[in-house]
């Protein structure tokens, strides 16, 4: 009997193809709406969280399920160094802005972020236990 033939794998739909764009418009419109709400509503928090707490509610009341956007949240995670990059630039460009508090601010940010890995580390070892240890 002669081998199977593999079957030509088809083109992606049209729909898998807006899957990604589509899912950072809809990841934007909810940064988008919080910036809005926060403005208008005076409130004392950045847009962007405001924004990830309307996206929050959208999850847990089922207007959105987290399927429709994992993608879209995959892909900003993976090149989410990219967003910080200008700021970087910006404050070596610039070292004035910094003076003389530039060092105090430089041992701020390496200790927060130490400190940062560290809890997270330690979360994730206990949040392991804790499912190797569960019936």
Do not use: D, K
Not at 20 to 47: D, E
């Amino acid at each position: 009997m002669p081998p199977a033939v593999p079957a030509a794998a088809s083109p992606p739909s049209a729909a898998a193809r807006l899957g990604l764009p589509l899912q950072l418009l809809a990841l934007g419109a909810f940064w988008g709406a919080g910036a809005l709400a926060a403005r208008a509503l005076r409130l004392p928090l950045p847009g962007g969280v405001v924004g990830m707490l309307l996206l929050l509610a959208a999850l847990r009341l089922g207007l959105v399920r987290a399927a429709w956007l994992e993608r879209g949240a995959e892909w900003l995670f993976r090149h989410m160094l990219l967003f910080f990059i200008p700021a970087a630039v910006g404050a070596i460009q610039y070292p004035e802005l910094l003076g003389g508090e530039g060092a105090r601010a430089l041992a701020v940010v390496a200790v927060s972020t130490v400190l940062v890995m560290a809890v997270t580390g330690a979360t994730v070892e206990w949040l392991a236990r804790r499912r190797e240890e569960a019936p």
